[in-house]
């Protein structure tokens, strides 16, 4: 990692330290329904169409690549009953929160990767689809604040 | 799969463009497009769901319901910066409405 990407990625662990201050939260209660410390565009109608799409329910294991704060992949584990494994870069927090932990229990796996240095599968070399791919690219610039 | 993500949209100016990555995400800069990305990736059966107007609604509520709590903002993120990233959505809604930057859900299937 470079000196840009260092710099990088500790601005977005800033941000999501910062995201999660109640003012913050409550913006982002008003502009996405969801409470994670989210820094993207995806809404709560938004969310609910990729589980739609990606058949998410009990039984079924999603992988949100670039998780950040876990908004969608933890909000969608919530309510489908999924199992949700959260995947980014080394440094990045993810909002667990504890009343999620306790609910959750087991079903919550957070991983840090390093895209640079981890190679992925393409959908070529991967023969089973499983855990369905969900990739959380839409951060924003820097943080909504 | 399925992701949404903010793009410039196809066949702009050198100078649009450069607004369009002057104003969007981090990643917003890559050049092929993403059915072209996925189809590499070895996807098929590509879906997109253009979701642009919903960006737009959400990108001007982050901006007034910020200025709503400016003032608590400004404590948590300094008075600088939470200025700055107001000016930022600005210019985020200025290059949506003038067909810079695009928003889609794309949904694909390993082949």
Redesign the interface.
């Known amino acids: 990692m470079d000196d840009v990407e260092r710099a990088m990625v500790e601005e977005f662990d800033r941000q999501y330290r910062l995201g999660v201050a109640p003012a913050r939260r409550r913006v982002e209660e008003a502009v996405l329904g969801s409470g994670y410390g989210a820094t993207s565009y995806t809404t709560l109608r938004q969310a609910a169409e990729l589980a739609e799409r990606l058949e998410l329910g009990p039984g079924v294991s999603l992988l949100d690549l670039g998780a950040g704060s876990g908004w969608p992949g933890l909000h969608l584990a919530a309510v489908t009953g999924c199992r949700v494994v959260l995947a980014d870069r080394p440094g990045r927090a993810f909002a667990l929160r504890s009343s999620e932990r306790s609910r959750m229990g087991r079903r919550i796996s957070a991983n840090s990767c390093d895209p640079l240095v981890t190679r992925c599968p393409s959908a070529a070399e991967s023969s089973t689809p499983s855990p369905t791919p969900m990739s959380s690219v839409d951060w924003s610039r820097s943080s909504p604040c | 799969?399925?992701?949404?993500?903010?793009f410039v949209s196809p066949g702009p100016s050198e100078r649009d463009r450069a607004r369009a990555i002057a104003?969007?995400?981090?990643?917003v800069s890559a050049e092929a497009s993403y059915p072209e990305l996925l189809t590499l990736?070895?996807?098929r059966r590509i879906d997109e769901?253009d979701?642009t107007h919903?960006?737009r609604v959400?990108?001007a509520?982050?901006l007034h319901?910020?200025a709503?709590?400016a003032e608590?903002?400004e404590?948590?993120?300094g008075i600088e910066?939470?200025r700055r990233?107001q000016a930022?959505?600005k210019d985020?809604l200025a290059a949506i409405d003038g067909g810079l930057l695009r928003?889609s859900?794309f949904?694909?299937?390993?082949?």
């Open positions: 799969m399925a992701f949404h993500v903010i104003a969007g995400p981090l990643h990736a070895g996807f769901v979701l919903e960006y959400t990108a509520a982050w319901e910020s709503r709590v608590q903002l404590e948590v993120f910066e939470f990233r930022e959505r985020t928003r859900l949904a694909a299937r390993a082949s």
